[in-house]
């Protein structure tokens, strides 16, 4: 009984699936049946404002079997929770027009399950099986990383994203990059059999920045996962160069600056960026917060205390997450606070400042201590494959583009 279910309603389940990867949830009719062997099937896309209750209502189902299901769901999914364009399926018998069963679309890569037994309904979280291969890109930068990506479907934002945070260390997506650098990219295409689920895990990368190559190649030792170059060294450090992602640098580090507010040249012993007010601002590195709250002229600020003699200033912010306080320990990458323009400022940017033993430093020129190397028990590995993932990065062509050939003017 369960896989006859399974083959009548997952085939047409899975082909939504796909169809609403590729954009929007494809157009279908409020009701579409199906009739196979003894059993009709009913499919649909949620829409707006409904509710699995008026699902039942307009498809003429039976309320009491609603509850049933729902209160059988909730420890594997709760159905109050439906997501407008996801696809459900119930599955009824000819013969008294009983269900039998339902599916609904959690996400690309699970569906809920509900199959009626002599007890009621059974509930099942079912995750597609992912077969995963090697992709591979040749990005051109044009602009920005973001723009310059093959296309604008989440997928492409998510692997941007995912290079932005393994070169965050390395390379400030908002000041170093250069019209005409490149980034070639291998990269986890996730499957299941012939239908494409998105990208999994960036197995290897070389970014072109300013005519240098920073290559990055993932590594799993002893149950760890990193990046590291071709030397085995960690890209990770004990502080990001910048909290924030994809911005411009609307001041920069310098001893004599005249202050749009003031009137008058003053020191300016950190970085502006400027990003849309409620920007998450990330913890440059892991420490303790020293201080959280209003600070004057840079307004709503967080200092944090890292290992090493590093402290780092975080100004200007429209609000503060309440865990952030005084002694509260932060880890690398943990959200501590929101663009915002409070104190003296005149416009949305973060004011962030480094201090090394005492001493404000320029956070785009200091050199940061790495993180731990491969190490020596597993270098021997390590060579083995980033060896083998560098064959597969050489062996990525840049795409040749046509070019228009003006024809001379007889005579």
């Not at 939504?16 to 279908?28: E, I, L, Q």
């Not at 307009?58 to 364009?85: A, C, E, F």
């Not at 390379?171 to 999994?200: A, C």
């Not at 020293?290 to 600020?301: A, D, E, L």
């Amino acid at each position: 009984m369960r896989h006859l279910l399974l083959s009548i309603v997952c085939v047409p389940l899975l082909m939504v699936m796909y169809m609403s990867f590729r954009a929007a949830p494809p157009p279908v009719d409020d009701v579409v049946v199906i009739n196979e062997s003894k059993y009709t099937t009913i499919t649909g896309v949620v829409e707006a404002n409904e509710t699995l209750e008026s699902i039942f209502n307009k498809n003429n189902l039976d309320r009491s079997d609603m509850h049933k299901i729902y209160t059988q769901s909730r420890d594997q999914y709760n159905l109050s929770k439906i997501s407008v364009g996801n696809m459900y399926s119930f599955t009824l018998s000819k013969e008294g027009n009983i269900l039998e069963g339902m599916e609904y679309a959690i996400d690309d890569m699970s569906f809920l399950s509900v199959l009626r037994n002599p007890e009621g309904f059974s509930a099942e979280k079912v995750i597609l099986p992912v077969t995963r291969r090697a992709g591979s890109f040749y990005i051109q930068i044009k602009g920005n990383l973001m723009s310059s990506m093959p296309g604008t479907h989440r997928e492409y934002m998510k692997l941007a994203l995912a290079l932005a945070d393994i070169y965050a260390w390395d390379i400030d997506l908002s000041s170093d990059i250069r019209e005409g650098d490149s980034v070639k990219l291998l990269v986890e295409e996730l499957w299941t059999e012939d239908v494409f689920r998105g990208y999994g895990n960036i197995l290897a990368a070389e970014f072109i920045n300013n005519g240098t190559s920073h290559r990055a190649y993932r590594f799993d030792h002893d149950g760890y996962v990193d990046y590291y170059d071709e030397k085995g060294r960690s890209l990770r450090k004990s502080l990001l160069r910048s909290p924030l992602r994809f911005k411009y640098i609307s001041s920069g580090f310098t001893r004599k600056r005249f202050h749009p507010i003031l009137r008058k040249y003053r020191p300016h012993l950190g970085i502006d960026y400027a990003a849309p007010t409620g920007t998450p601002v990330s913890a440059a590195g892991s420490g303790t917060v020293m201080y959280s709250g209003y600070k004057g002229q840079y307004g709503r600020m967080v200092k944090i205390k890292h290992p090493g003699g590093y402290i780092t200033y975080y100004g200007h912010l429209s609000r503060i997450p309440k865990k952030i306080r005084k002694n509260r320990k932060v880890s690398q990458g943990d959200i501590i606070g929101y663009v915002g323009s409070t104190g003296l400022s005149t416009g949305p940017h973060l004011d962030y400042r480094i201090k090394l033993n005492g001493k404000f430093v320029n956070p785009l020129k200091i050199n940061l201590p790495r993180g731990k190397s491969v190490p020596k028990t597993a270098m021997a590995r390590f060579r083995q494959v980033s060896g083998s993932l560098e064959e597969k990065l050489a062996s990525i062509a840049r795409p040749v583009l046509a070019m228009k050939v003006k024809k001379k003017k007889e005579g």
